[in-house]
């Protein structure tokens, strides 16, 4: 039984089972339903005003953010990947929610978060860091990580400060 983003319960049961034994599960479990609930919506909450912080209706939002992404990731991105060796075709931002940074091993290609603007500089650098080293390692497996002790040394520690700071 889970609790999906809208606030429904997803119950999953064996095929086969009565109908009246998954409502009586249900109903057994109306205390945890209910916290689970009020946990969501506070979570949802926290993100909305999280994000909120960084406007991006209007253009002129959109274009100040976009020159302040700009100028401190580009040189981050330049120091790093001159130091791993690899090389970037190109460096996009968008305003994702819920992950920092994605980068397209294929294309070679990183997309940043805008929202990366609402965090320190140094968990800044970690994304990038994070992403640029995935174009020597696809996934996160131990050599992943080898790489990121050798390039990024606090990446656990910049990892944990970004979850408190957005709890997304
Ligand atoms: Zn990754």
């Keep these: 039984m889970r609790i999906v983003k809208n606030g429904d319960v997803h119950v999953s049961a064996p095929i086969g089972m009565l109908k009246s034994e998954v409502e009586r599960f249900i109903n057994e479990h109306r205390d945890w339903i209910e916290k689970a609930r009020q946990r969501t919506c506070e979570r949802q909450k926290q993100r909305a005003l999280f994000y909120s ?13 976009l020159q302040r992404l700009k100028a401190l990731i580009e040189p981050l991105v330049e120091k790093h990947a001159r130091e791993m060796g690899v090389k970037p075709q190109s460096i ?4 994702m ?6 980068c397209n091993v294929k294309t070679r290609t990183i997309c940043f978060s805008a ?4 965090l320190p500089e140094w968990c800044i650098e970690h994304v990038v860091v994070h992403e ?5 390692e696809p996934s996160h497996n131990v ?10 040394p606090r990446w656990k520690e910049a ?3 970004t979850r408190r700071i957005c709890k997304c």
């Design 53 to 65: 912080q960084l406007p991006l209706q209007t253009r002129t939002q959109a274009d100040e953010a």
């Design 92 to 95: 996009t931002y968008k305003p």
């Design 97 to 102: 929610i819920s992950r920092w940074g994605l």
């Design 115 to 118: 929202y990366l603007l609402l």
């Design 132 to 136: 640029l080293c995935h174009l020597l």
């Design 143 to 152: 050599r992943f990580h080898t790489l990121m002790d050798r390039y990024f």
């Design 159 to 161: 990892r944990k400060e």
